[in-house]
């Protein structure tokens, strides 16, 4: 680099810098997930609410799933539009 360059002024950084974010509020909020998950299954366990137990566990699978994996849904969506023979513009 010459002097000349260094002396050129660089424009500043436009918008937020949100790399990494995602996998931040992952990292905080997935085990705050596990644990109200575990909580709300044990009591249903307790009160022999079994039908409530699977219902919940399911649906906090299905949770779960789309909150540690983001682009299942956008995969799924494509692989659907595929089977039926629908093509991307």
């Known amino acids: 680099m010459s002097t000349i360059d260094l002396a050129q002024p660089t424009a500043p950084p436009t918008g937020v810098n949100t790399q990494g974010l995602a996998d931040f509020l992952r990292r905080f909020f997935a085990p705050l997930f596990l644990v109200v998950v575990s909580v709300v299954a044990l009591f249903f366990l307790f009160t022999r609410e079994i039908t409530r137990f699977v219902q919940f566990i399911i649906l906090a699978i299905a949770i779960g ?20 023979g629908i093509t991307g513009g």
Not at 65 to 84: D, M, S
């Open 65 to 84: 799933v789309i909150f540690y994996v983001p682009n299942i849904i956008e995969v799924t969506a494509k692989a659907i539009a595929g089977a039926l």
